[in-house]
């Protein structure tokens, strides 16, 4: 299973929020720059973190894109859930598979997702920017805003 682009984004824009310092907003120029992404792209995304709550997306001067809640309030589970548009990872009636009726393949991989949302519940946001020093330094914000 592989999650889609778009998630991916998410979860690293969520990122880059959680690790902006205190009363700073971070721009979509900013995550466009750190992930070499388009700009329309990171527009979707950040338009649908802020819908779910994710985000606050506060316009004009001094704008910019902000946490909508605690990172500890923020289950990496839900927001994958929330962003991706199919967790399943085969498709048995697009083209029919003869082999359905009898079939357990799909069964095991259901039991696959669930294992694998399963894990996912267990971290938020915040134990995702524990080592937040490190991070920083990997994606030099600093330079970023100047």
Known sequence: MQLTRYTDYALRTLLQAAL???????????ITATYDISRSHVM?????????????????????IELGKAPEEINISAVVIDMESNLQIVECNSPYCRLQPACKLKQVLTEAINAFITVLESYTLADLVENKD?????????????
Not at 51 to 56: F, I, K, N
Not at 134 to 146: M, N, Y
């Open 20 to 30: 902006m310092p205190e009363g700073e907003r971070l721009s979509v120029a900013q």
């Open 134 to 146: 490190e991070l920083l330094q990997l994606l030099t914000l600093d330079e970023i805003a100047a």
């Open 44 to 64: 979707k995304i950040v338009q649908r973190l802020g819908q779910l709550g994710y985000l606050r997306n506060v316009r004009g001067k001094g704008g910019g």
